[in-house]
């Protein structure tokens, strides 16, 4: 039997930090820290970290929906970061560090859709409105080698963003 890869695309903050959280999901197969929802082909960090691109700091993610489902990553997503700040996670400030879901199909538009509405009528965020951005999802751009897996490789606790804790971890 052949198995099946997902793919969805998630924008959070700093793509280092998300990137990590979502490597320790069981059922993730594999992340990609990128670029996603601007109007640059090609873009460099330099000029995503300039405004002008429009391209928001984004993880590329590869999963298997028999283990994990498209809405148990969506469930991560919003634990991972503070989706009431517009353009900035922690200390990070800027377009580029806005929150997003971008969606592939369909599916995942209804789904990303439904899973924000319930977590605006819940308390959780004390009155406070979500502002992260469901959008269809355009090309993603893989960011430099630098960047892939950088919490991993240089030993770094995290971006100052919230700390993650998900009964999907493995």
Not at 94 to 109: L, M, P
Not at 148 to 159: D, F, G, I, T
Request: net charge neutral; charged share 20%; glycine share 6%.
């Amino acid at each position: 039997m052949m198995r099946v890869i997902e793919r969805a695309i998630f924008a959070a903050g700093c793509f280092w930090h998300v990137q990590e959280a979502f490597s320790d999901l069981k059922g993730v197969l594999s992340t990609v820290a990128g670029y996603s929802g601007g109007s640059v082909a090609n873009p460099t960090y330099e000029a995503v970290c300039s405004g002008r691109t429009g391209h928001a700091e984004s993880v590329l993610v590869e999963y298997d929906p028999s283990v994990i489902s498209y809405d148990q990553l969506v469930d991560a997503f919003w634990d991972m970061h503070d989706p009431t700040t517009p353009n900035r996670q922690g200390p990070d400030r800027g377009a580029q560090y806005r929150s997003a879901i971008f969606y592939t199909t369909d599916a995942q538009r209804a789904k990303a859709m439904a899973s924000r509405d319930r977590l605006s009528e819940s308390s959780r965020f004390k009155g406070r409105s979500i502002v992260t951005e469901i959008v269809q999802a355009s090309e993603f751009y893989r960011a430099e080698e630098y960047h892939q897996h950088y919490v991993k490789k240089n030993r770094v606790a995290s971006c100052g963003v919230h700390s993650f804790s998900s009964q999907y971890r493995t």
